[in-house]
C-alpha cells in the first residue's frame, strides 16, 4: 500500500492544503433552539431536514441553582476516540480532510465517536481502520478523558496509540469506509517531523493532533 509522505518542510509550509478538494459552504442563516428549521435563507429539503435532525448540535439548557432567575446551556456531544499509528520505519499515518465546521483543509488522526455497546478502545481500532486501511494492533489508551471546551460542553475526546499490523516487511490492509460527506487522503510522515511540526511556535491546526503526539512522543520513551 503506497501513502504520499510528508516532510517536515512540507507540513511548515502548508503542502497538505493541496491534497484534497475545499467543499464549497453556503450559509443559510443560524439555526437556534427556538427556531427548530425556521428562519433559514432558503427552505430545507426532506434529506437536509433529516440530516439537519442527526447532526445539528442539540443545546441543554441548564438551571443555575446557586444562581437563581438564571439558566446556562450546553452543546450535547457524544464523546470520541482518537487513534495516533505506528508505521514501519518509525512514521505516522495522518489524515487530510476538509473540515466543514473550519472551513478548511486539517490535518488529523483517525477519530470518531463509538457506536452502540462499543467501548473507546474498539472504537479507535475501527476507525484507524476504516480510515487508513490497514489492520492496527496493540492500541495503547493515552489518556482517559480530555475536555475540548468544558465551559460549552462535556465532550471529551479519549487518545490511543497503534501499530499497523505488518507481515514481514508488509503492512496488512484492511478495508477502508468513509461517511458520505467525508474526502480524506492518507499522508504518512515520521514521527520527529510531526513532533516538530505541532510543537513550533507558527503551528495551525487541532490542539488534539499537538496533545496526542506529545503524549505518544512520552510513550514511547522519546521525551521525559
Known amino acids: 500500500m503506497q501513502f504520499r ?4 518542510t512540507d507540513l511548515k509550509a502548508g503542502a497538505f492544503d493541496t491534497l484534497t478538494k475545499k467543499t464549497k459552504q453556503q450559509s443559510l442563516g443560524v ?4 427556531e427548530t428549521g425556521l428562519g433559514l435563507s432558503e427552505p430545507l429539503t426532506a434529506s437536509e431536514q433529516q ?13 443555575l441553582d446557586n444562581f437563581p432567575g438564571q439558566v446556562y446551556t450546553r452543546t ?9 499509528v505506528m508505521f514501519p520505519n518509525d512514521e505516522v499515518a495522518l489524515v487530510v ?3 466543514h465546521g473550519a472551513d478548511k483543509v486539517i490535518v488529523t488522526v483517525p477519530a470518531g465517536t463509538p457506536g452502540e455497546d462499543e467501548t473507546m478502545i474498539d472504537c479507535a481500532q475501527r476507525e484507524a481502520e476504516e480510515e487508513l486501511g490497514v489492520q492496527v494492533e496493540r492500541i495503547i489508551p493515552l489518556s482517559k478523558s480530555l475536555y475540548l471546551s468544558p465551559r460549552r460542553t462535556a465532550e471529551c475526546c479519549h487518545q490511543f496509540l497503534a501499530f499497523a499490523k505488518c507481515t514481514g516487511s508488509e503492512v496488512v490492509t484492511a478495508a477502508r469506509s468513509t461517511d458520505d460527506f467525508e474526502e480524506i487522503e ?6 520527529t517531523d510531526l513532533f516538530q511540526w505541532v510543537s513550533d511556535e507558527e503551528y495551525e491546526g487541532l490542539e488534539s493532533l499537538r496533545s496526542i503526539v506529545l503524549a505518544a512522543m512520552v510513550k514511547l520513551g522519546r521525551i521525559s
Open 186 to 191: 492518507v499522508v504518512l510522515t515520521s514521527l
Open 76 to 84: 450535547a456531544a457524544r464523546d470520541w476516540a482518537l487513534c495516533l
Open 51 to 63: 440530516q439537519l435532525s442527526i447532526y445539528a448540535p442539540k443545546i441543554e439548557v441548564l438551571r
Open 31 to 34: 439555526l437556534s433552539v427556538s
Open 5 to 8: 509522505r510528508l516532510t517536515l
Open 97 to 99: 480532510e476538509y473540515l
